[in-house]
Nanobody, 128 residues
C-alpha cells in the first residue's frame, strides 16, 4: 500500500518561497499531484499541480502558473512543489496525491488524482 507523507509547510511572508515535499513508498511511475484546501473551505479541494509518471507532462492551476513548479526525484521517491512569490491566498493545507491516469489530458489527470491515494497534508500560511 502506498503511503504519502508531505512536509515543508510553514509560515512565510508574502513574496517568499517554500518547497513542499511528498515522500512516497512504492511510487513507481505513477502520476503525482498537489491539491489544497483553503481555510473555511471544508470539502473543497482545489487542484494545484500535477506531473506525469515519467515527468514529461505537467499541469498547473491558472492561479499558480508561473509561480509554482512541480518536480520529482525518482531516486528518492519524492515529489516536490516549489512555491515562489507566495500570496496570502495561497494559505491552505496542501495535500499530495498519487494515481494512474487513463490518458494524458488534464481532465484525466485531475480526476484520477482526486480519486487516488492522498497524504495527510501540510499547512502553508502566508502572511500579508
Amino acid at each position: 500500500q502506498v503511503q504519502l507523507v508531505e512536509s515543508g509547510g510553514g509560515l512565510v511572508q508574502a513574496g517568499g518561497s517554500l518547497r513542499l515535499s511528498c515522500a512516497a513508498s512504492g511510487l513507481g511511475n505513477s502520476a503525482m499531484g498537489w491539491f489544497r484546501q483553503a481555510p473555511g473551505k471544508e470539502r473543497e479541494f482545489i487542484f494545484v499541480a500535477a506531473i506525469s509518471g515519467i515527468g514529461t507532462i505537467t499541469y498547473y492551476a491558472d492561479s499558480v502558473k508561473g509561480r509554482f513548479t512541480i518536480s520529482r526525484d525518482y531516486a528518492k521517491n519524492t515529489v516536490y512543489l516549489q512555491m515562489d512569490s507566495l500570496k496570502s491566498e495561497d494559505t491552505a493545507v496542501y495535500y499530495c496525491a498519487r494515481a494512474a491516469p487513463s490518458c494524458s489530458a488534464y481532465g484525466c489527470f485531475e480526476a484520477a488524482l482526486r480519486a487516488g491515494s492522498w497524504g495527510q497534508g501540510t499547512q502553508v500560511t502566508v502572511s500579508s
